[in-house]
């Protein structure tokens, strides 16, 4: 097997994917365009990992500080930032 630079980007990407099953992280950390050529990445991870129902998340996009705030009392969880816009990433899962 050769081993290439896409090689480790591949990796990358579905490691992020792994930790996070965040499409948009996954996209921004990959710098695709278009959120279709990261899916894969989130398909891979979730083969891995076996993730079945209980493994899926709904995800949030919050622009304000007042969006965040209710979104955190709507019990979702801090993700990550996107850019240098004050935007955050949240997520919380479909099945409890």
């Not at 990445?41 to 919050?62: L, M, N, R």
């Amino acid at each position: 097997m050769e081993i290439s630079l896409k090689t480790f980007r591949h990796s990358k990407g579905t490691i992020e994917a792994y930790k996070t099953r965040d499409l948009f992280h996954v996209q921004r950390i990959l710098r695709h365009r278009n959120a279709m050529n990261t899916q894969k990445y989130i398909h891979w991870a979730e083969t891995i990992s076996g993730a079945g129902p209980e493994d899926e998340y709904v995800t949030k996009v919050a622009k304000t500080l007042e969006e965040y705030c209710r979104l955190l009392e709507q019990g979702f969880t801090y993700v990550s930032d996107y850019g240098d816009a004050n935007v955050k990433g949240l997520r919380k899962r479909k099945y409890l």
